[in-house]
């Protein structure tokens, strides 16, 4: 189904939002715990860094390239899931979690062991909270708005 910019500016904003809670509360417990107004700032810092990167790059259909030509899945299935939402944390994950790293460290020789230090269990929390999420944003998304094209 081909969904019109309003359905996808929904599923990306609410997706978005989800999303950087979910990996920003990750990465608070990770790093030792935070303040609530750090804790904030981080979830804010995460849903512009992730939003502004959906913008600029097709992860979607990168992700759907990817599940359906290289692992050869067939759409709706659980490998199919999974194979796009690992494509799509690749990206988002690596980009939000190295953003962030250089938010807090800054540049210099600290940065990339601050970064390394949660990536690989961030991307873990990112895939398997985006697997979880989709199915009910996309049925938020269809109820609330138009997916006409």
């Not at 990167?53 to 899945?73: H, M, Q, Y």
């Amino acid at each position: 189904m081909k969904y019109n910019n309003e359905w996808f500016f929904k599923w990306n904003i609410i997706t978005n939002t989800c999303m950087a809670l979910i990996i920003n509360t990750a990465a608070t417990i990770l790093n030792g715990g935070d303040t609530l107004q750090g804790w904030v700032i981080g979830c804010c810092c995460a849903f512009t860094i992730n939003t502004i990167a959906a913008i600029l790059i097709p992860v979607g259909p990168l992700s759907v390239k990817f599940a359906r030509e290289v692992c050869k899945t067939k759409p709706g299935t659980l490998a199919d899931l999974l194979a796009r939402n690992l494509v799509i944390n690749f990206i988002f994950v690596t980009i939000v979690s190295f953003g962030q790293a250089l938010i807090h460290v800054g540049v210099g020789p600290n940065l990339f062991p601050a970064w390394i230090s949660t990536y690989f269990q961030l991307l873990i929390v990112g895939i398997v909270g985006a697997s979880i999420i989709e199915k009910p944003i996309e049925k938020f998304c269809d109820r609330y708005g138009t997916n006409k094209p």
